[in-house]
């Protein structure tokens, strides 16, 4: 996607080894969400390594009883805003989760999208309001508690609101 782009581009790319999501090959569009599950009681839109993490979260829910649509949102200048407001629409809430600060990521850029198109309740899982470290990727997910208990930790608050 990024070769038949246009201008600059921005990959961010992580020292720890992922699962693989997806089969090589698989076209990606910049400005264009892939809907991973499906679900209908919240949304869960991440990016990068937070996908997978997100995944785990689902079927932790999913094993509670509660359905969840999981977007990899790995565009997000532009965001996929259709994506993001139809999931605010059919489910209600959303979290996004990411390995960012609460400021200029993707949380802040979906929940501008939000409250512009279909206001729900939004909450954010990310490292919060500080400088992060560089070390150990998997301690560092650790310290910063972005881990899937997390955001079922999340989802449940979302869909109390």
Known sequence: AMLRRRGPTYLRLGRAAVPEIYPN??????GQAIQLRDGSDATIIANGLMVAVALDAAKLL???GIQVRVLDMHTVKPIDRDAVAQAARETGAIVVAEEHAPYGGLGSV????????VPVPVELVNIGDRYAESG????????YGL???????AV?????T
Do not use: H
Not at 110 to 117: I, L
């Open 25 to 30: 090959g698989c076209d990606f569009r910049i």
């Open 110 to 117: 979906v929940a501008t999208t939000v409250a512009q198109t």
């Open 147 to 153: 881990s899937a208990e997390a955001i079922v930790k």
């Open 156 to 160: 449940r608050s979302v869909r109390r």
């Open 136 to 143: 150990d990727p998997d301690g560092l997910l650790q310290k």
């Open 62 to 64: 999913a094993d509670q």
